[in-house]
């Protein structure tokens, strides 16, 4: 536990969150340190952030830099990073214009408002996935198909209906909708490590291309390399008109973005959306070392096979051992679904091992390696597997 000493009666922070008790205040690659100096494997990354792991040179070179030059100015000048970044995240994808902002959240309440925009003239339904995990803000969690997430914030933003992840009957009730849009991440999150199914995708796709349905597609946990492909749908031969992105994109520096296609793009024009802070210099300037690192080094090809290795081990450690029900998910994001409650697990590995892990969901323990871990590092983390699931 942190040795603050409060000086009023209660914790001054807002107990939103379920923390563990440890701070930690230093990181290198895949370790962290809590201010105790205990060292920790961290197969967590930050909640799916640190995929080049904790202060990484490239990003911090040029973050140390840009820090020397200028930190902020507003969106009412040319910001020559936010303009590198968004030509660098066009390069390499479907998508043809950038608007930048701050979380995850952020990026998606910017889909849903790019949605709306450009349904002006049809229907401004947009159809989200039971399970699904898209934010915390009053319009992301309307999108959001969990109750649990929704429960005491009504009235919800009105406009979302949800469907049946992978079940091809829903598509049908999609083609009745019409909505404008449909929001979905291809292995759902936060809501267990659920992997679409490939075949129900292309037939999603399909719909939303007969019926001028939008696919908007949330790669804030996926995206940045970490299911093996820069964004998760290039591994599913789609072409989504919207993608969301945030979490690994600035290393750990808050940033957000959507990235569209032109002919939606066009309906964000001067005045119609707008953040502060959105694509600021240094939070760009982690963004571009970012990408440019994921897609010029050989970084996403090591963590691909790193991956298939621990895959290979992880199902072997399932076959032998009937606590670890299944192994799901995609690349270095890895569900193990347990039959004891996960945040047991979770606790067992980081009290008795020093092991970082978190949960999605009662019963699924979520990996997520640093894209950059090593054979090392992956050998220690299965031995601890072992260890635990003895
Ligand atoms: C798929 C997905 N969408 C949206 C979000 C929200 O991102 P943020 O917490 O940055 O607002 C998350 C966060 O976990 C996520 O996993």
Redesign the pocket.
Known sequence: MSELQYSQKVNPIMATYGRFPIALVEGKGSYVWDDKGTKYLDYSSG?ATCNLGHVPDVVKNAMDQQLSKLWHCSNLYHIPSQEKLAQVLVENSCGDQVFFCN????A?EAAIKIARKYSQQGDPTIVSFQNS????TMA?LSATGQEKIQQGFAPLTPGFEYLSYNNVDDLNKLKEIKPCAVIL?VVQ??GGVIPADPQWLKMLDQVCKEHDILLMI?E??TGMGRTGSLFAYQDYDLEPDVISV??GLGSGIPI?AIIAKEHVAKHFSAGTHGSTFGGNPIATTAGLATVQHLVESNVLDEAQSLSSYLWNELKQLAEGDNSIQSVRGKGMLIGLQVNEPAIDIVHKAREEHQLLLVVAGPNVVRVLPPLTTNQEEADQFLEIMKKIFA
Request: hydrophobic content about 25%; cysteine-free; aromatic content about 4%.
């Open positions: 909640l979380s995850g959240a952020e998606n995990f898209h934010g915390r992301t991440e999150g936060e949330d804030i946990q945030a979490k957000g």
